[in-house]
């Protein structure tokens, strides 16, 4: 298996960690997201039509197992899992499965864009577009974020991961999108299982050694 990413992004990642905590060993071709997928065009820049083949939507992560490309980072680590045979990361038990499934769904559909409102403002805009975030974008996220983050807290009660007694890439899944969540500014001080939760996944090798922040500048 071939991984297209650049470590920098949410979705990078957290496929990188989730391989990582299945072990999984991939090889690897790595990009600059913001420079690295286009080339000069007469209208301006293109996307590399090499990568295009791979995954017309010219996002990145994508994945190639031979004649198999995938570009859905969950729909990456699904596969992975599937591939390198039984894991307790992503268990065969279906009713475990089907909960974790659930997670990483609840994650493409909610948790991202809410935390990814909190990166662009707080992260990107002053430190890549050079430009201050703005305040009332953010305040008006916060509402759905609380919301959200109290769902994932109220699972998170009484136990240590997500689904289940050991970490599984619905843990990884769901953590991405919140992976720089100090730089983010995430409204967190009153979903203490949450952040209790991130501080156990922190410990884990996986995601301790994919940490973006000194790529970016941040530490």
């Given at each position: 298996?071939?991984?297209?990413?650049?470590?920098?992004?949410?979705?990078?990642?957290?496929?990188?960690?989730?391989?990582?905590l299945?072990?999984?060993?991939?090889?690897s071709?790595?990009y600059?997201?913001?420079?690295?997928?286009?080339?000069?065009?007469?209208?301006?820049?293109?996307t590399?039509?090499?990568?295009?083949?791979?995954?017309?939507?010219?996002t990145?992560?994508a994945?190639?197992?031979?004649?198999?490309?995938?570009?859905?980072s969950?729909?990456?680590?699904q596969?992975?899992?599937?591939a390198a045979?039984?894991?307790?990361?992503?268990?065969?038990?279906?009713?475990?499965?089907?909960?974790i499934?659930?997670?990483?769904?609840?994650?493409?559909?909610?948790?991202?864009?809410?935390?990814?409102?909190?990166?662009?403002e707080?992260?990107?805009?002053?430190n890549?577009?050079?430009?201050?975030?703005?305040?009332?974008?953010?305040?008006?996220?916060?509402?759905?974020?609380?919301?959200l983050?109290?769902?994932?807290?109220?699972?998170?009660?009484?136990?240590?991961?997500?689904?289940?007694?050991?970490?599984?890439?619905?843990?990884?899944?769901?953590?991405?999108?919140?992976?720089?969540?100090?730089?983010?500014?995430?409204?967190?001080?009153?979903?203490?299982?949450?952040?209790?939760?991130?501080?156990?996944?922190?410990?884990?090798?996986?995601?301790?050694?994919?940490?973006?922040?000194?790529?970016?500048?941040?530490?």
């Amino acid at each position: 298996m071939k991984l297209h990413y650049d470590p920098c992004t949410v979705n990078c990642r957290k496929v990188i960690a989730g391989l990582k905590l299945m072990g999984i060993d991939f090889e690897s071709e790595t990009y600059d997201y913001f420079d690295g997928l286009t080339e000069p065009s007469e209208t301006g820049f293109r996307t590399l039509p090499a990568y295009l083949a791979i995954n017309p939507m010219a996002t990145l992560p994508a994945l190639v197992d031979g004649d198999l490309n995938l570009w859905e980072s969950n729909a990456i680590l699904q596969y992975a899992a599937d591939a390198a045979g039984p894991s307790a990361a992503y268990p065969q038990d279906l009713k475990v499965r089907a909960d974790i499934n659930l997670w990483l769904l609840w994650e493409s559909n909610k948790w991202f864009a809410s935390c990814y409102v909190y990166l662009i403002e707080n992260v990107v805009k002053p430190n890549v577009f050079k430009v201050d975030p703005d305040a009332a974008i953010v305040e008006a996220e916060d509402g759905n974020f609380h919301k959200l983050a109290g769902i994932l807290d109220a699972r998170l009660a009484g136990q240590s991961w997500i689904s289940g007694n050991e970490p599984t890439i619905a843990d990884i899944v769901v953590a991405a999108p919140m992976h720089l969540h100090s730089y983010q500014k995430l409204p967190l001080s009153q979903h203490g299982n949450v952040v209790a939760w991130y501080e156990r996944l922190e410990g884990l090798p996986c995601w301790s050694s994919t940490d973006v922040a000194p790529l970016l500048g941040l530490s």
